[in-house]
T-cell receptor, first 117, second 115 residues
Framework: GAVVSQHPSRVICKSGTSVKIECRSLDFQATTMFWYRQFPKQSLMLMATSNEGSKATYEQGVEKDKFLINHASLTLSTLTVTSAHPEDSSFYIC?????????????FGPGTRLTVL | AQTVTQSQPEMSVQEAETVTLSCTYDTSESDYYLFWYKQPPSRQMILVIRQEAYKQQNATENRFSVNFQKAAKSFSLKISDSQLGDAAMYFCAYGEETSGSRLTFGEGTQLTVNP
């Protein structure tokens, strides 16, 4: 199998502060990682595609200046929620694509619960 | 844009019985992939089964099988001999290689397994 970790698993912050969430592929290299957002009892919504060594590709309606993504190595992508507000409170999930071809599986991290007070 | 629809927000099944979860999708592409993911209370997403659109044979993984009807754009998941550990939220997902492997998820079906 393949393992993807996220850190932290839970974070509580004050409104106006920035929060960084890390996504690591522990036993494989991932050129491509994805960031999702999930509200309670709802589906996963893709926020952006993170490509190692290049700028992230954001989905329509996602503010790239609000959600900064950096994919600096083949095993690490970070999502920074800048100037967080209560409406940013959500469950954030990353996934990492193992291999170069699509039919290789996406492996998901355990998620990070962000609460903004 | 591709859409994925799961019309059953909640389903329940008795332990050891069989249950079928429904999924329909909309696409103009001919080459794509379909997935069923399981999300238990831990929120960890787990791949249950995958189907390549170019394959006519329905995918199976132990107690899990799919009924893939390409013309009808339907992709249902059958769980046989349901176990208590099958209780979870199940998401149907669609993806294309041409779109960079991005996945579109359905709304999810919450499955309850009754002892």
């Amino acid at each position: 199998g393949a393992v993807v970790s996220q850190h932290p698993s839970r974070v509580i912050c004050k409104s106006g502060t920035s929060v960084k969430i890390e996504c690591r592929s522990l036993d494989f290299q991932a050129t491509t990682m994805f960031w999702y957002r999930q509200f309670p009892k709802q589906s996963l919504m893709l926020m952006a595609t993170s490509n190692e060594g290049s700028k992230a590709t954001y989905e329509q309606g996602v503010e790239k200046d609000k959600f900064l993504i950096n994919h600096a190595s083949l095993t690490l992508s970070t999502l920074t929620v800048t100037s967080a507000h209560p409406e940013d409170s959500s469950f954030y999930i990353c996934s990492a694509l193992k291999g170069q071809r699509f039919y290789n599986e996406q492996f998901f991290g355990p998620g990070t619960r962000l609460t903004v007070l | 844009a591709q859409t994925v629809t799961q019309s059953q927000p909640e389903m329940s099944v008795q332990e050891a019985e069989t249950v079928t979860l429904s999924c329909t999708y909309d696409t103009s592409e001919s080459d794509y992939y379909l997935f069923w993911y399981k999300q238990p209370p831990s929120r960890q997403m787990i791949l249950v089964i995958r189907q390549e659109a170019y394959k006519q044979q329905n995918a199976t993984e132990n107690r899990f099988s799919v009924n893939f009807q390409k013309a009808a754009k339907s992709f249902s998941l059958k769980i046989s001999d349901s176990q208590l550990g099958d209780a979870a939220m199940y998401f149907c997902a669609y993806g294309e290689e041409t779109s960079g492997s991005r996945l579109t998820f359905g709304e999810g079906t919450q499955l309850t397994v009754n002892p």
